[in-house]
C-alpha cells in the first residue's frame, strides 16, 4: 500500500515498532516524563514562547478544535472565523453550537486571503479569530504572520488550527502571536490517530484556568493541572502517545523542525514538478505543502481515488461534500519518497492512456 492521503499518513519504522509492543500502565514516573519530553519538543517545533504548554488529548483533532471554542471563549465574545472550506464551516459549526457568537469570512475554495480581505473588519469589536493554518480541504495557506499582526492591532485572541500545518510549513508560534495551536497525531507526525495536541501561550493557560466549562472530559484546566506532572485526567491512548515520542526524536535527530518542513516541501515540489502536462488543474491560490489538491480535467475525481485504490494500490485522498467529484488531494507527509511521487505518476499515466483521465 502506498499511502498519499492527509492522514492517517504512512509511519516510519520504527514507530510502527513501537505499536507492536505491548502497552504499558501509564501512572508512573517513566510515562510522565516522557510525556514532559513530548511537551518540551512540541513546544520547541512549534516555537512556542515562554511559558507555553502543551495538553495531549484523547481525541481527534476535531475534539479539540471543540475543547478550544469551549474553553477559551463564550457568548460574550464575538469572534472572526475563516471559512475557505470543510475546516473553516467545522469551526463555524463549533461555535454555533456553543453559544459563542461569530461571523464567517467566507472564501471561495482556493481562493487566497489578503490584507486587503481584512481591513472591513478592522475595530470592528472582535474578540478572537479562528484560522485553519491550512484549510486542508483546498490546500491553501493562510498567512499567520499577517492574521497575527491584525489579531494584535484588533486585540483578538487568536487560534490557529495547525492540524495539517504543523512541520510542513513555517510556524511560529511566538512571533505571529497565536495564543493557541492545534494539532494531530495522524497527519505530519504521522502516527495512528488518536492524539491532538492543544498548545497555549501563557495568555491561554491563564484563560483557560479561569474558564467555566460545562463539561467533564474537555475541562481543560483539569487537563492543564494534571499536565504539569506529565499526566492527563483519563486514560490516554498510551501506546501512540509512545509512538509520538519516537517520532518526535527521529524529528530531532534529523535536524528538528526546519528539517521536517524543509523535507514536506521537497516532497511537494517535486510531485507539482512531476505533474508536468498531466490533465490536472490546481486548486490553491496559496499552496501549502502537506497536500496537492487537483482537479481533474476529463475525469472523475471519486472515480479516478477508487481506480487507483482498487487496482493499483495506491490511495489519494477524496474530496468530500460538493468537491467529491471535482477535487482529490495527494498528500505530502509521512515517510514518503520521491520514488514514490514517481510510482503515483505512472499510475496517472496508465489512467490516461485508458481514458480515464
Ligand atoms: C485533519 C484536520 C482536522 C481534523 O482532524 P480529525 O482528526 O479528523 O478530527 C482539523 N483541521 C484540519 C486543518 C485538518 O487537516
Known sequence: MLNFTVGPV??????????????????????SDLMLE?????????????????????????GSMEAVVMNCFTDADKVLIVN??????????LCQI????????????????????????????????LVNVDETSTGVLY???????????????????????FLADPFDMAHC???????????????????????????????VSDAHVRSLYFNLADALKNMERGQTPFTPAVGILRQINVRLREIEAAGGAEAEISRVAGQ???????????PFKFVSESPANGVTPLHPVHGDAYEIFVE????????????????????????HMGNLTHEDNTTLIHAFRALQSRGML
Open 10 to 31: 504512512m509511519s516510519s519504522e520504527e514507530v510502527r515498532k513501537v505499536g507492536a509492543e505491548q502497552v504499558p500502565y501509564f501512572r508512573t514516573t517513566e510515562f
Open 38 to 62: 513530548n511537551e518540551e519538543r512540541m513546544l520547541k517545533f512549534a516555537k512556542a514562547p515562554t511559558g507555553s504548554r502543551a495538553l495531549f488529548m484523547t481525541n481527534s483533532s476535531t
Open 84 to 93: 475557505g472550506g470543510t475546516f473553516g464551516a467545522r469551526f463555524a459549526q
Open 98 to 129: 456553543h453559544d459563542v457568537p461569530g461571523q464567517e469570512i467566507v472564501l471561495r475554495h482556493g481562493q487566497k486571503l489578503s490584507a486587503e480581505m481584512l481591513e472591513p473588519y478592522e475595530g470592528k469589536g472582535f474578540t478572537g479569530l
Open 143 to 165: 498567512d499567520t504572520e499577517m492574521l497575527g499582526r491584525f489579531c494584535r492591532r484588533n486585540h483578538l485572541f487568536y487560534v490557529c488550527d495547525c492540524v495539517s500545518s
Open 177 to 207: 502571536g497565536a495564543d493557541v495551536m492545534i494539532t494531530g497525531s495522524q497527519k505530519v507526525l504521522a502516527c495512528p490517530p488518536g492524539i491532538s495536541m492543544i498548545l497555549l501561550s501563557p495568555e491561554a493557560v491563564e484563560r
Open 268 to 278: 511537494a515540489m517535486d510531485f507539482r514538478k512531476k505533474i508536468g502536462d498531466l
Open 308 to 331: 487507483l485504490k482498487n487496482h493499483y494500490d495506491i490511495w489519494v485522498c477524496p474530496n468530500g461534500g460538493d468537491m467529491k467529484n471535482t477535487v482529490f488531494r495527494v498528500g
